[in-house]
């Protein structure tokens, strides 16, 4: 029993030993024992997004970003793009250019293609022909965002 004593208060001894050590050369430690803060950082550019794609302010009166876009092809080129809509605006009207799927991401509102009224609700989705002009209406409490993937000619 007491060689079990001797062992632990031997372990003992040099785990206090070894942390009085370890405190003593690292002057990085607060008297307190929790260590310092690291410096602060400068702040680099504020307002500044972080997003790969971020929306900028579009000539339909949205904003709009090129999520993806391929030119392998050698007769024409793939343009995936995302319009939002700001809440409560009054209705926007875009001409495509090209063949075009129309995809409601998110929110609520009208999307009139041509002369078709979009139901949101039961089909999110529309086919737009080049040169058709499509109406966004964005209704909800949040922006309406609508993807469009076209087939542009090169």
């Known amino acids: 029993m007491r060689r079990y004593f001797a062992v632990i208060a031997g372990f ?4 206090t030993l070894f942390a009085a050590s370890g405190r003593a050369d690292d002057p990085q430690l ?21 997003v790969a794609h971020p929306f900028l302010p ?4 949205g904003f709009s970003r ?19 809509f700001p809440a409560g605006a ?4 875009m001409t495509l250019p090209a063949g075009s799927l129309l995809h409601v ?16 609700a039961t089909a999110p989705r529309a086919v737009a022909a080049a040169g058709t002009a ?3 209406t964005s209704t909800g409490a949040h ?10 000619q090169k």
């Open 12 to 15: 003992s001894i040099l785990a």
């Open 90 to 93: 009054a209705p926007r009207t």
């Open 105 to 120: 991401l998110h929110g609520a509102g009208h999307v009139v293609v041509g002369t078709t009224t979009l139901a949101l």
């Open 66 to 84: 090129v999520v993806f876009q391929t030119d392998a092809a050698p007769d024409f080129r793939i343009v995936i793009r995302d319009y939002s």
């Open 134 to 136: 499509v109406q966004i």
């Open 30 to 50: 607060a008297p307190e024992g929790i260590g310092l803060l690291p410096p602060p950082q400068a702040p680099g550019t504020l307002l500044t997004s972080n």
């Open 143 to 152: 922006p309406l965002v609508l993807r469009v993937v076209s087939l542009e």
């Open 58 to 61: 579009d000539p339909s009166g």
